[in-house]
């Protein structure tokens, strides 16, 4: 019932920025937590930050704290990763994703966008 579609990827260098988007349709987009996920050609999909349907909890991964920032706007039906002093290992695709539930377990989440496609030259 959710459907979800990211834009904002692109070509960037190493220590620059990108804004991912992630809008949703449906009317009970406030009640669900959202998640950015990315994978690399050859390797595992990884959680790279989750926001409950509140916004009041929040979680980054590692790799990615302290540079990323997850936010979401309810009344634009819209999810949003910052993505600052971004690295060539950051090189994913990324999808935003939907569910009901806790926002760091990957069942939680039943609803995905297609992807788009982040690449960092250094």
């Known amino acids: 019932q959710v459907q979800l579609v990211e834009s904002g990827g692109g070509l960037v260098q190493a220590g620059g920025s990108l804004r991912l988007s992630c809008a949703a349709s449906?009317?009970?987009?406030?009640?669900?937590?959202m998640g950015w996920f990315r994978q690399a050609p050859g390797k595992e999909r990884d959680l790279v930050a989750a926001?409950?349907?509140?916004?009041?909890?929040?979680y980054y991964a590692e790799s990615v704290k302290g540079r990323f920032t997850i936010s979401r706007d309810n009344a634009k039906n819209t999810v949003y990763l910052q993505m600052n002093s971004l690295k060539p290992e950051d090189t994913a695709v990324y999808s935003c994703?939907?569910?009901?539930?806790?926002?760091?377990?990957?069942?939680?989440?039943?609803?995905w966008g297609q992807g788009t496609q982040v690449t960092v030259s250094s």
């Open positions: 926001i409950s349907w509140s916004g009041g909890t929040i």
């Open positions: 994703a939907a569910g009901r539930g806790n926002i760091r377990t990957s069942g939680t989440y039943d609803y």
């Open positions: 449906g009317r009970t987009f406030s009640m669900y937590v």
